[in-house]
């Protein structure tokens, strides 16, 4: 088993640009969660998706468009990138069943110009 | 305000000296279920531990021990006898309903650097 994987692991963009971040997971599990993490911040949760075809808002939503068409995969789209997305970005995955222990991918290390 | 303090930003030890790190929560679930992450420097999160609100229990694994207080709202980790390879971040986490409404929706805390020298 992969687990979560996380493409791409490093991406630097100029502002204005846009990109999709792809988070794939082979466990079958039904949550998923794009994280950014910054220095002195934590982990913080931007958009989860509690099922296929359903996704909702976390803390730091603003800039950011999610997709889960299948219940493996869920995108993270920057419409047109910001400095302030400069950050660690981490996908997540959980089954319900587990009660949230969560599965992390490797990151993607985003650098907005 | 935030809902997971670690209020210690950094620690540094010296190798074989005990750590505790420190968690407090705030929550109006009545169910609810915290973790322990480990961050290593090689960037992965790796998951420690997890507690559900009606086990109140203190938790040993190895020379990782884990202190629940629900009348404290806290959820403490200590390291005995720490040695290098612990040096990581580690981060706690409340799983409650209040944002989402129905489903157990995770916040971090901001994060401890745990820092052993030899």
């Known amino acids: 088993n992969a687990g979560v994987t996380q493409t791409p692991k490093f991406r630097v963009l100029k502002t204005g640009q846009s990109m999709t971040l792809l988070c794939a997971q082979d466990m079958n599990h039904e949550y998923m969660y794009w994280y950014r993490q910054d220095p002195g911040m934590g982990l913080r949760l931007i958009h989860y998706?509690?099922?296929?075809?359903?996704?909702a808002k976390g803390e730091v939503p603003d800039g950011y468009n999610v997709s889960r068409l299948k219940k493996q995969n869920f995108l993270l789209g920057l419409e047109s990138a910001a400095p302030s997305q400069t950050s660690v970005y981490f996908c997540?995955?959980?089954?319900?069943?587990?009660?949230?222990?969560?599965?992390f991918g490797p990151g993607t290390r985003l650098t907005v110009l | 305000a935030q809902k997971v303090t670690q209020a210690q930003t950094e620690i540094s030890v010296v190798e074989k000296e005990d750590v505790t790190l420190d968690c407090v929560y705030e929550?109006?679930?009545?169910?609810?279920?915290l973790f322990w992450y480990k961050q290593p420097p090689s960037g992965e999160l790796v998951f420690l531990i997890r507690r559900n609100s009606f086990d109140e229990q203190n938790e040993i694994s190895g020379r990782y021990s884990w202190n629940f207080q629900k009348s404290t709202s806290s959820f403490n980790f200590t390291i005995t006898a720490s040695q290098v390879v612990d040096s990581a971040v580690y981060f706690c986490?409340?799983?409650?309903?209040?944002?989402?409404?129905?489903?157990?929706?995770?916040?971090f805390g901001r994060g401890t650097s745990l820092i052993v020298h030899p």
């Open positions: 986490a409340l799983s409650d309903r209040t944002l989402s409404g129905g489903s157990y929706i995770p916040t």
């Open positions: 929550t109006r679930d009545t169910t609810y279920y």
């Open positions: 997540a995955s959980s089954s319900r069943s587990s009660y949230n222990e969560q599965f």
């Open positions: 998706s509690v099922g296929e075809g359903t996704t």
